[in-house]
């Protein structure tokens, strides 16, 4: 959906998650540790932002890079980031991936995208579509746990659309996520076709305790985003 923190801020979003506690010290080291190698592989990188994981994808030799986003500025940072070197364009991912052949794509990652899709199940039976037999989705999205503490609804299994203010890049800024269960994520991958082949709830990396000595305490004791690996059987 589309939200300030990724458009109007857009430029400062990109410098602040450089080396921020959740997605330089949470989030990114844990997903990254489930990527494999992806050298030679044709890449997605959906819901791209300013391309911190773009960049990763080109240095570890992935042939092919794809990158998409709902944001018209975000794209248009990888754009001149990564000139030439990647197919980037804009995509409502809540639409799926009609730009994209069937049976093509050997690996895509999805970093914090989830919560901003309504149906998931479009999603990933698009991921699924795409997707070589044998290639794989690596995505995190917000724990299911985490989110439930601001349910107005405090019904767990409803889909709630929550709205906030998320101070990330040095001021206040509306968001809106959707809070959903766990079996609401696993049900659309499972009857997309796709089978979790892994599970992480992540680890904060021990570099905070230096830095946010309650943040570390708080992110080492409390689940703050989940992450899986699916994969697409083989014929
Ligand atoms: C938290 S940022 C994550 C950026 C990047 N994946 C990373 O981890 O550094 C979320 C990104 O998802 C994008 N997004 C949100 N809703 C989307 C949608 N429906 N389709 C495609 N991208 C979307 C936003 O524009 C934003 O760039």
């Not at 959740?22 to 990254?32: D, Q, S």
């Not at 990933?124 to 349910?151: M, Q, W």
């Not at 992540?202 to 570099?207: H, L, P, T, V």
């Not at 905070?208 to 689940?223: A, G, H, I």
Request: hydrophobic letters at 35%; one cysteine or more.
């Amino acid at each position: 959906m589309k939200s300030e923190l990724y458009s109007t801020y857009a430029k400062r979003y990109d410098s602040v998650i450089t080396d921020n506690i959740y997605n330089a010290h949470l989030e990114r080291p844990t997903l990254l540790s489930m990527l494999g190698s992806v050298s030679g592989l044709n890449v997605m990188d959906l819901g791209c932002g300013p391309g911190v994981y773009t960049q990763h994808l080109l240095e570890a030799d992935a042939s092919k890079v794809t990158c998409v986003d709902y944001s018209d500025e975000m794209v248009q940072i990888v754009k001149e980031k990564f000139d030439g070197r990647v197919n980037a364009y804009q995509q409502d991912l809540s639409l799926g991936l009609p730009n994209e052949k069937s049976a093509n794509v050997d690996m895509m990652i999805c970093p914090l995208v989830l919560h901003y899709l309504e149906d998931l199940s479009v999603f990933f039976s698009e991921v699924s579509r795409v997707l070589k037999p044998n290639g794989y989705i690596v995505f995190s999205t917000h724990h299911p746990f985490a989110d439930f503490e601001c349910s107005k609804t405090g019904n767990y299994f409803e889909l709630e659309l929550v709205e906030e203010e998320w101070d990330t890049v040095g001021t206040p800024v509306p968001v809106r996520f959707y809070r959903r269960s766990l079996m609401e994520i696993t049900d659309a991958i499972t009857k997309s076709g796709l089978v979790i082949s892994q599970l992480s709830e992540g680890k904060i990396s021990e570099k905070v305790k230096e830095l946010d000595k309650d943040t570390y305490e708080r992110l080492s004791r409390n689940p703050n985003f989940i992450f899986m690996k699916c994969s697409k059987l083989g014929d």
